[in-house]
């Protein structure tokens, strides 16, 4: 009896019905890629890289720029409309930070998908690129648990609030993105 219940949990992770849990390493060599797209009308849509090394590069605007670092076309009408900042931060901050999105959801394939909108509002989007523990992932979502924690990190980003000080905490632990 004692086998049949392994096997059978054993299939589940295997087919995806249960996922075990990832805990992020302290790996320098870990980094997201988020880009985020609101659907607000008028609202510019950002980039972030979380570097595991303790980085953090921002960028905002509506250049092509925001979405490409090797945009051309300097003829764009918004060519100028960009902001960036670079941030550095003690790097359990950024596996802080790393853990938060996993824990989100951002590495399960069910997250992976946009969903259609019958009435035709507009969602937020957000593309994730993610090397975490040497594996590669890609999501573009609309999920909502996920694009709560973009949304918050670009808040705490644009205070001019380094993500370890949230709360007031200085610590530099992570505890302070969480």
Not at 97 to 106: E, K, P
Not at 116 to 133: E, W
Not at 155 to 174: C, D, L, M, W
Request: aromatic share 6%.
């Amino acid at each position: 009896m004692k086998n049949a219940i392994v096997t059978l949990f054993a299939a589940a992770l295997i087919s995806g019905c249960a996922t075990a849990p990832v805990e992020v390493s302290d790996s320098q060599l870990n980094w997201l890629n988020i880009t985020y797209k609101p659907a607000e009308q008028g609202a510019k849509p950002s980039r972030i890289n979380l570097i595991g090394v303790g980085s953090i590069e921002f960028m905002e605007g509506r250049s092509p720029r925001v979405a490409n670092d090797f945009a051309q076309d300097t003829e764009h009408e918004h060519w100028q409309d960009f902001y960036q900042e670079k941030l550095g931060v003690p790097p359990d901050v950024i596996r802080g930070w790393l853990q938060i999105f996993v824990d989100a959801g951002m590495l399960e394939k069910s997250k992976n998908k946009i969903r259609k909108v019958k009435d035709g509002t507009p969602r937020d989007i957000a593309v994730f690129h993610a090397n975490i523990d040497m594996d590669k992932y890609v999501c573009i979502t609309d999920d909502d648990e996920l694009l709560a924690q973009v949304r918050r990190l670009v808040a705490i980003v644009k205070t001019g609030k380094t993500p370890e000080k949230e709360n007031g905490e200085t610590s530099g632990n992570g505890e302070g993105a969480k």
